[in-house]
């Protein structure tokens, strides 16, 4: 199902239902532009807390948001206060369970926020340092079920002791078909196995970089998914930025393009879902706008619902809701 959200939406949004149910049900969306005086902007990523707090990373207006329900309050940089937000671009957040979250920024590191204390503490690469963060434009931050906090960012995959406050590096060795694919990451996921998939590759970067990569713990290598024009069965592209595994089963992965994908992990074979004008009811992503639009997240609902979110909003044609029953085309 494909709606899109107006003018105060940052994505498109792609909703597919799989329940079984034969009654089709009317979805209404309902515009959130903010409230008791905060507007939002460029919404790139959000997270909810343990309290049951959602935060927003606002771009627009350089800053993180917490919404109560009822409230909004805004987290900004002050360049004279060391604890407050540390840079005005936020990228990625994300939530702990102890209630702390974690955000990633373009260009300056990563902070971890203490809601308790109300600060915020800084984690920046250092020249000096081979220890310190590979790279200071952060991506994609995930704290795995064993507890390992992992940094995902342009130099590669970080590993962070919270203890020690340094960084174990995985990174794209040429000539090595078991390092990580590529240094761009943009995703990082634990499937419902705890294994580690880590997606790769700048959308906006016309080489053929990128690709998705399995981790293996216990060696510290990496398995590759990459493209291959002979393979209808690869990725149908190497820039991919969201992955989730729902609560069917099915493993999605999102990628440039026309690049909407569910993955056997048992095979190694994608199951591609390209947009077809001539049936604009089957499963796919929304139509291509452009060679650089990608898919930028896929999330599940309590509902279980899976929604997908693409750069650029799709054709007039293809705006509404369609519901997808499984074993249907």
Excluded at 61 to 67: G, K, L, M, Q, V
Excluded at 315 to 328: C, E, H
Aim: proline fraction near 5%.
């Amino acid at each position: 199902m494909i709606s899109l959200l107006g003018k105060y939406a940052l994505f498109a949004i792609l909703l597919l239902s799989l329940q079984t149910s034969a009654q089709v049900r009317q979805v209404k969306f309902t515009p959130f532009i903010g409230t008791n005086g905060i507007s939002l902007g460029k919404i790139n990523a959000m997270t909810r807390d343990k309290f049951g707090f959602i935060w927003f990373s606002d771009q627009s207006n350089r800053c993180i948001i917490r919404y109560d329900g009822t409230h909004m309050t805004r987290y900004q940089n002050d360049p004279q206060n060391q604890n407050s937000l540390g840079s005005y671009y936020p990228e990625c957040l994300f939530a702990d369970s102890a209630g702390h979250i974690w955000i990633g920024f373009y260009g300056m590191g990563f902070d971890k926020f203490d809601p308790f204390s109300n600060t915020f503490t800084h984690y920046r690469h250092k020249k000096d340092d081979p220890e310190s963060l590979a790279n200071d434009f952060v991506t994609s931050i995930l704290i795995d079920h064993l507890g390992n906090t992992w940094i995902g960012n342009y130099g590669g995959l970080d590993l962070f002791d919270q203890t020690t406050g340094k960084f174990t590096h995985f990174s794209h060795k040429p000539g090595d078909t078991t390092s990580l694919s590529d240094n761009t990451v943009r995703a990082i996921y634990e499937d419902k196995e705890g294994e580690l998939w880590i997606g790769t590759g700048f959308a906006f970067d016309t080489t053929e970089t990128g690709g998705l990569n399995r981790f293996n713990r216990k060696t510290g290598t990496f398995t590759r998914y990459l493209h291959d024009p002979k393979n209808p069965n690869s990725l149908i592209d190497n820039k991919v930025r969201s992955i989730l595994e729902d609560s069917y089963g099915n493993f999605w992965v999102g990628t440039r393009g026309n690049g909407l994908h569910t993955l056997d992990k048992k095979t190694g074979l994608f199951t591609r879902y390209p947009f077809n004008p001539s049936k604009p009811g089957q499963l796919s992503r929304t139509p291509v706008a452009n060679f650089f639009d990608h898919i930028t997240f896929i999330t599940e609902d309590a509902d279980r619902k899976i929604w997908i979110g693409t750069l650029a909003p799709p054709a007039p044609t293809r705006s509404g809701i369609i519901r997808l029953v499984p074993g249907q085309g």
